[in-house]
C-alpha cells in the first residue's frame, strides 16, 4: 500500500509562492509516477503536474507551465510542487497522487488525468488572495 500525506498549503497574496510536499510511504514501484491535481470548490479535480520518479520526466498543465515546478527528492521519498506568481484562480485543495503503472501515451508519466492514479492523498489548502 502507498500512503501519501501532503503539507505546505496555506493563504498567500497574488504573486506569492508556496511549496507543497508530498511525503510517500510504501513501495516505490506502486508509485512510478507521481502527481499534483487541485480541486476548487464548484469545479472538477484537474491535472497540475506529474513527474516519472526513476527519471525525472516533468509535465505540466498548460495553465501552470513556467509558474509551478514539480521535483523529487528520493532520499526523502518526497515529492514537491513550487508555486510561483500564485492567481486567485489557482485557490483549491490540492493533492498529490500516485499510480503503479505508467500512465501516459508517452508510455511514461505524461497523462493527468485522475482516474490514472491509483493512491491519494488527504490533500492540502491553498488559498490566494487578490
Known amino acids: 500500500q502507498v500512503q501519501l500525506v501532503e503539507s505546505g498549503g496555506g493563504s498567500v497574496q497574488a504573486g506569492g509562492s508556496l511549496k507543497l510536499s508530498c511525503a510517500a510511504s510504501g513501495s516505490p514501484s506502486s508509485r512510478i509516477c507521481m502527481g499534483w491535481f487541485r480541486q476548487a470548490p464548484g469545479k472538477e479535480r484537474e491535472g497540475v503536474a506529474g513527474i516519472y520518479t526513476t527519471r525525472d520526466a516533468e509535465y505540466y498543465a498548460d495553465f501552470v507551465k513556467d509558474r509551478f515546478t514539480i521535483s523529487q527528492d528520493n532520499a526523502k521519498n518526497t515529492v514537491y510542487l513550487q508555486m510561483n506568481s500564485l492567481e486567485p484562480e489557482d485557490t483549491a485543495m490540492y493533492y498529490c497522487?500516485?499510480?503503479?503503472?505508467?500512465?501516459?501515451?508517452?508510455?511514461?508519466?505524461?497523462?493527468?488525468?485522475?482516474?490514472?492514479?491509483?493512491?491519494w492523498g488527504q490533500g492540502t489548502q491553498v488559498a490566494v488572495s487578490s
Open positions: 497522487a500516485a499510480a503503479a503503472v505508467f500512465v501516459g501515451a508517452d508510455g511514461k508519466c505524461s497523462s493527468l488525468t485522475e482516474t490514472h492514479y491509483n493512491y
